[in-house]
Nanobody, 120 residues
Framework: QVQLMESGGGLVQAGGSLGLSCAAS????????MGWYRQAPGKQRELVAERTSGQTTNFADSVKGRFTVTRDNAKNTVYLQMNSLKPEDTAVYYC??????????????WGQGTQVTVSS
């Protein structure tokens, strides 16, 4: 099994910044992708940003230019730096990782979620 431990989040005013981090531990052979999704009340969970082991990144259009996602492969950790936050960024943010736990088998894992609230 693989565990994802998130930290960060909280309450910030519009225009402010917050950072999230997520560390993966457990039975890890190789991490394919690590990133962040979010889910606002009444909405579906959506991709925010992710980074592959090859350093390719994907971002939701709504956060491009404001959020950055970085990884420390040695620490199996992914970071999300959120700048110029807007009230519509308010959501529960979930860490996500697709992990090979053997040479041929992989699975997808989720963190417990951390609340980000942006006040106007």
């Amino acid at each position: 099994q693989v565990q994802l431990m998130e930290s960060g989040g909280g309450l910030v005013q519009a225009g402010g910044s917050l950072g999230l981090s997520c560390a993966a531990s457990g039975n890890i052979f190789r991490i394919i992708v690590m990133g962040w999704y979010r889910q606002a009340p009444g909405k579906q969970r959506e991709l925010v940003a992710e980074r592959t082991s090859g350093q390719t990144t994907n971002f939701a259009d709504s956060v491009k230019g404001r959020f950055t996602v970085t990884r420390d492969n040695a620490k199996n950790t992914v970071y999300l730096q959120m700048n110029s936050l807007k009230p519509e960024d308010t959501a529960v943010y979930y860490c996500n990782a697709r992990v090979y736990y053997s040479q041929t088998s992989w699975n997808e894992f989720w963190g417990q979620g951390t609340q980000v609230t942006v006040s106007s």
